[in-house]
């Protein structure tokens, strides 16, 4: 992480680097560009330096929903029930959204 431009506000919250939203906001255009860049998260905090949301990269996001697949499909596996195809899987995830 250290190719970056700094960020302002930014520390070490838990397993995330975090910056306080109000900091994140004129910050954004390199907020958005480092973490799809180096596909680590950054977290936003509130006020009170509470986590209210995760950014992370659309790959990150695409590998995360790829394991929660393959997980489910295990569990199914597991339990007796075939596993859904991996296509579908997809479908219902986009239908939730």
């Known amino acids: ?3 970056y431009a ?9 397993p995330w680097d975090a910056i306080p939203i109000s900091a994140a906001g004129g ?6 560009r480092r ?11 509130d006020e009170e330096g509470n986590i ?8 990150k996001l ?3 929903e790829d394991d929660l697949a393959i997980a489910q499909n295990a569990v199914a596996r ?8 991996h296509e579908d899987f997809m479908k219902e995830l986009e239908a939730n959204e």
């Open 62 to 64: 695409e590998d995360l």
């Open 35 to 45: 973490v799809a860049d180096s596909r680590e998260e950054i977290a936003l905090t």
């Open 78 to 85: 597991s339990e007796g029930r075939a596993p859904t195809p």
């Open 27 to 32: 910050q954004l255009a390199i907020v958005a």
């Open 52 to 59: 209210v949301a995760v950014v992370i990269s659309p790959a």
């Open 6 to 14: 700094p960020l302002e506000g930014l520390r070490r919250l838990g």
């Open 1 to 3: 992480m250290d190719d």
